[in-house]
């Protein structure tokens, strides 16, 4: 039955993230904005909702580091395996994709989240810092967002996005964003509560599942977003979905699960754990300053074959 249940919760997650796709991008030509500003916000709040589903319950269930554990993992799959496996597909152009300025923004969150993990443990004082920041930064997605309405011609954007369609209705766009945005944690929640007792049914610990299997759990809605871009040609959206989530979880889901409770830092994390996820974060920085590298099949395979090698080494440690 648990595993019947995880295919259920797959499946679930797969639809949910095309439909939000759809949903994002034609929005995106409805109002006049970006598909990169809307995946920042819309997709990538939905996409993280599964991350800050688990973490509340787990403060809650007296289990802190599968909830730090839960991000620090998603975080690291979210770049290697995320970005790795649709590249792995079909490829993503980035040359065109405007990620510099959301991409320090996420390498900041990431510094200063580790600054705080060298407290020892994240109390309800840092998630209201971590909160702070994150409303500072979605005030300045917002004004960016409102400048380009303000400065594109009759609120109609010039981008060409496959697959949209600008006259789609109202009431279609909000259909597929509520289908996306309930289906994707609720599919995430199905499939990481199967998985989780299957891990624990062969005697993995707590903090092992939080890492490995509930963070790709967790992440499986930025996989299926992306995928479903990748298929479309929609690198803005993919890249925007991977960098906008990462930085909801940083700041948003850690932020949110410390006000339920503090989050002690075991030393594993402080060792390892977030050096590698800082590393993910940084090797993304080619991609997104330079107009001649592109993530191509190669680089996908380098991803994924990265990530592997890191999901070894924290089941054998």
């Not at 891990?199 to 993995?204: C, I």
């Not at 850690?254 to 402080?270: H, T, Y």
Request: charged share 15%; with cysteine.
């Amino acid at each position: 039955m648990e595993f019947l249940a995880a295919g259920l919760g797959l499946v679930i997650l797969l639809l949910a993230g095309d439909a939000l796709v759809r949903g994002a991008v034609n929005l995106s030509l409805r109002v006049g904005v970006p598909a990169l500003i809307v995946s920042l916000t819309i997709v990538a709040f939905g996409t993280s909702a599964p991350e800050l589903l688990i973490s509340v319950s787990a403060i809650e269930d007296g289990v802190p580091g599968l909830a730090l554990g839960n991000v620090v993992g998603s975080n690291m799959a979210n770049v290697l395996l995320v970005l790795g496996l649709p590249a792995l597909i079909a490829g993503l152009d980035t040359s065109n994709c405007e990620t510099r300025r959301s991409y320090l923004t996420m390498i900041g969150a990431t510094l200063l989240f580790i600054g705080i993990c060298f407290s020892g443990e994240i109390n309800w004082v840092h998630g209201l810092i971590l909160l702070a920041v994150l409303a500072v930064t979605l005030g300045d997605q917002a004004r960016e967002a409102l400048a380009h309405r303000r400065g594109s011609d009759d609120g109609v954007i010039d981008e060409d996005l496959e697959g949209a369609d600008p006259s789609m209705p109202w009431w279609k766009i909000s259909v597929f964003l509520v289908l996306g945005l309930i289906g994707l944690p609720l599919g995430a929640e199905i499939l990481v509560d199967a998985s989780t007792t299957i891990a624990r049914d062969f005697g993995v610990s707590e903090t092992v599942i939080g890492l490995t299997l509930v963070a790709i759990g967790t992440s499986l809605p930025e996989l299926a977003t992306t995928v479903m871009a990748a298929l479309r040609r929609q690198a803005d959206v993919a890249i925007g979905n991977v960098i906008g989530s990462n930085i909801f979880n940083l700041l948003g889901i850690i932020g949110v699960a410390s006000l339920f409770g503090s989050i002690p830092v075991d030393r594993q994390f402080l060792d390892f754990d977030l050096w590698v996820m800082l590393g993910a974060s940084v090797i993304l920085a080619p991609f997104v300053f330079s107009r001649r590298i592109n993530l191509t099949r190669p680089m996908g395979v380098a991803f994924t074959l990265v990530y592997g090698g890191y999901l070894w080494l924290v089941v054998q440690s």
